[in-house]
């Protein structure tokens, strides 16, 4: 019986040498670093251990990993192994500073949040005092009793949405 001839040359071991074309480098260099990374990665997590990896691309651009972090393995490596309880602090302390001004972002957010709807809730219980009692529609109201840039931004902007709604429901009917 004949064999039959493979297609593909399969799976095959590189030689490890610099690779030449530059191009190629490159891509080598992009897929296999962050397999390399999760190698480390892994490495910490089975095992428990200090890791911290430096590369370099070919363009000169550094990539970092390490576990608990890059500085904290770096610094205790430099001490000796000794475990400096001074820069452990201070990654402690630099963590805590971002936290801490994430939540007064957070803040800030929720506070202009809460302006805009005081502001809303006030100008729609003056177009409500102002009153609708005569009959007329918000759209027949003055603009020119108490509204702010605001508000008549905010005014013009539904009066060209009303427009276009109006427009798309009239050209949509069909005619008789």
């Known amino acids: ?58 363009h000169g651009n550094p990539f970092v990993f390490g576990h608990p972090s890059p500085d904290a393995v770096i610094n205790r490596y430099l001490s ?8 452990e602090a201070a990654v402690a302390a630099a963590a805590l500073h971002t936290v801490n001004e994430r939540k007064k972002q957070y803040e800030d957010v929720v506070s202009k949040l809460e302006e805009v709807s005081r502001v809303e809730i006030e100008a729609g219980k003056r177009r409500a005092a102002a009153g609708n009692s005569d009959g007329r529609m918000w759209w027949n109201e003055d603009v020119d009793d108490g509204m702010g ?20 429901r009239v050209g949509s009917k069909p005619r008789a």
Request: hydrophobic share 40%.
């Open 1 to 58: 019986m004949a064999e039959a001839k493979k297609k593909t040359l399969g799976r095959r071991r590189t030689e490890c040498k610099l690779i030449d074309n530059k191009a190629a480098r490159e891509v080598t260099f992009s897929k296999r670093h962050r397999g390399m990374f999760r190698k480390v990665s892994e490495l910490a997590i089975l095992c428990g251990a200090e890791v911290a990896i430096i590369t370099f691309s070919p």
């Open 80 to 87: 000796g192994g000794v475990v400096n309880q001074a820069s």
């Open 149 to 168: 840039l605001e508000e008549l931004l905010y005014y013009a902007d539904s009066l060209e949405k009303l427009m276009k709604m109006v427009a798309d």
